[in-house]
């Protein structure tokens, strides 16, 4: 049987702080059985599921977005 190594998320954070942190914004490739698709979310105490971005931050979320959405397969 072959195996593949395949990154699935990826975590945009301040440096130094730990992945648990308010304000980590997490990149991953998830599939729910209709082909693979990005999901973006934040891990913040009361955001109401918002996604809040500060403009020095989005070069970094977009660069983590583009590259996930180009490791996706395409399962059609």
Known sequence: MN???RTLKIAV???NEPIFANGVTEIKIVDESGGE???VSQCNDDNDGKIQIDPTEWPHIREAINKMIKECRNNK
């Open 13 to 15: 954070m301040p440096e």
């Open 37 to 39: 698709f990005i999901e």
């Open 3 to 5: 195996y593949e190594t």
